[in-house]
């Protein structure tokens, strides 16, 4: 004899990606320059490569020098920057009329010989840049579960968003002794160990695994992109070649920031040396190997 029941279950048949229609996003790239140079380097010609391959909406140009030199030469060095920078954009397919502004600022309003920390410096390097404003649109997809609510009488069909989190993989059952996680989203601006504005998601995702697993002990290992031999890269900013331990450094300073004994953490780069591409041949490979990894010491 079976009996009739009012509501037999409810469970989740599968999920999928729809598109959510455009979103407006704003990013801003910074480019550093040596001495009186206005000259593009590879990884800043690698990073305008990838701007250019967006959907752009509007990009402006603004560059500035330091206090070296005259009033009259840092105009015109400043303004030699920004062409530079537009040409090269144009030249990877970014129409002209969507670089909307293209100024050479001169020198840069807080740059003096007061205001310089490096004594290996005899400018500022971050007052030696190029600020390249741009927006883009970017397709926004979302995971929707269908959920069957099923009863004696009727089936229903629910559609929810699933939030998925970066870090899936820092959960309990992977944070195995001895083993790296790769974190792919924690992105930095090129030449520097400057946070990209997209990694601010990854970067609180990451100090909330390190809350959330009090006894979690872990080595922040850097890499770097972009070289062939075994070394590390040029960290512009702190004018060393230190670059891959520089970025590892950010983020342990990140973490330290956000209340982290640093009694749990470590940090080292290893340059060039373990490329996840050998060989890269394209922005993505190239991303991949500009990253962070987490190595797990004790949980």
């Known amino acids: ?20 229609g455009f979103s407006q996003l704003t990013d801003t790239l910074k480019i550093y320059y040596s001495i009186d140079s206005a000259g593009l380097e590879g990884e800043w010609k690698n990073e305008i490569r990838n701007i250019a391959k967006k959907d752009i909406v509007n ?33 990877q397919g970014v129409k002209p009329e969507l670089i909307t502004e293209c100024k050479g600022m001169g020198i840069h309003p807080f740059s003096s010989n007061e205001n310089r920390r490096n004594p290996d ?47 899936a993989n820092l959960s309990d059952e992977n944070l195995v002794v001895g083993e790296n996680i790769v974190l792919d989203n924690i992105l930095f601006q090129g030449g520097t160990p400057l946070f990209k504005p997209e990694s601010e998601m990854a ?10 697993h009090p006894d979690l002990k872990i080595e922040i290992q850097g890499h770097i992109c972009c070289q062939d031999d075994d070394l590390d890269g040029y960290d512009r900013i702190n004018q060393n ?7 590892a450094k950010a983020v342990y300073d990140y973490l330290i920031e956000g209340g982290i004994d640093a009694k749990r953490m470590s940090y080292i780069g290893f340059g060039s040396k373990f490329k996840r591409f050998p060989e890269e041949r394209s922005a993505r490979e190239e991303d991949l190997n500009r990253r962070v990894e987490i190595y797990i010491v004790d949980k």
Do not use: C, W
């Open 1 to 20: 004899m079976f009996m009739r029941m009012s509501k037999l279950f409810v469970f989740i048949l599968f999920l999928f990606s729809v598109s959510a």
């Open 59 to 91: 990009i402006k140009i603004y560059s500035y020098t330091d206090f070296l030199g005259t009033v009259s030469h840092n105009k015109y060095l400043s303004q030699r920057r920004a062409n530079q920078v537009r040409t090269y954009l144009i030249s």
């Open 121 to 167: 410096d005899r400018g500022i390097l971050q007052h030696r840049v190029t600020k390249l404003e741009y927006e883009y649109k970017e397709i926004q997809t979302e995971k929707m579960a269908v959920i069957i609510e099923t009863t004696s009488d009727s089936v229903t069909v629910v559609e929810q968003p699933e939030v998925i989190p970066i870090f």
């Open 203 to 212: 970067l609180k995702q990451l100090l909330l695994a390190m809350q959330q």
């Open 241 to 247: 070649y230190e670059l891959s331990s520089n970025r």
